[in-house]
T-cell receptor, first 115, second 114 residues
């Protein structure tokens, strides 16, 4: 597709369950980013990938969060043993390369609700 | 500590008038600044950016101004149209080897009234 694609668009799950969120970046984009937006907050950086490598995981809130990217394309963000504070919109973005002067292009996000 | 601040949660303007959205930052290492527009239930859409070597960048109805000494940037929309009604996020990156990481403000809801 032309833009960044994320699935599912909405996910409701019970506390304690694991969830997996998927991101399909713009074709040809080597850099991929995950952010989240909690209610009333700005976007918060989680992790980024250059190819299949994640040089900076410092934004991941806890060890329950992990992410991987395969084939330099699709990425999955996994949250284990979900907690209510994990409820947020999780946004994925991609850019042509990792660069300070390349805009990041965002998908529409996955709205995660933990009951 | 918020490094990018958008102090106005909302702004209302009349169609055809100028909209001015403001953003302040505290990290002097930031060297690239962006504005994104966001409609409900959609992801942020890139609007316009500016590098710290410039003080102005223009694209159609949108102009971004950067005042490095004041650590302040603004987005001007002229003339404003009802379709411009959205949440606008200011973002910044740069410095310290973390030029990939965007730091966002909390956004300003712009309403353009017909």
């Amino acid at each position: 597709g032309a833009g960044v694609s994320q699935s599912p668009s909405n996910k409701v799950t019970e506390k304690g369950k694991d969830v997996e969120l998927r991101c399909d970046p713009i074709s040809g984009h080597t850099a991929l980013y995950w952010y989240r937006q909690s209610l009333g907050q700005g976007l918060e950086f989680l992790i980024y990938f250059q190819g299949n490598s994640a040089p900076d995981k410092s934004g991941l809130p806890s060890d329950r969060f992990s992410a991987e990217r395969t084939g330099g394309s699709v990425s999955t963000l996994t949250i284990q043993r979900t907690q209510q504070e994990d409820s947020a919109v999780y946004l994925c973005a991609s850019s042509l390369v990792v660069s300070g002067v390349q805009p990041q292009h965002f998908g529409d996000g996955t709205r995660l609700s933990i009951l | 500590d918020q490094q990018v601040k958008q102090n106005s949660p909302s702004l209302s303007v009349q169609e055809g008038r100028i909209s001015i959205l403001n953003c302040d930052y505290t990290n002097s290492m930031f060297d690239y600044f962006l504005w994104y527009k966001k409609y409900p239930a959609e992801g942020p859409t890139f609007l316009i950016s500016i590098s710290s070597i410039k003080d102005k960048n223009e694209d159609g109805r949108f102009t971004v101004f950067l005042n490095k000494s004041a650590k302040h940037l603004s987005l001007h929309i002229v003339p404003s149209q009802p379709g411009d009604s959205a949440v606008y996020f200011c973002a910044a990156s740069g410095g310290g080897g973390s030029n990939y990481k965007l730091t966002f403000g909390k956004g300003t809801l712009l309403t353009v009234n017909p």
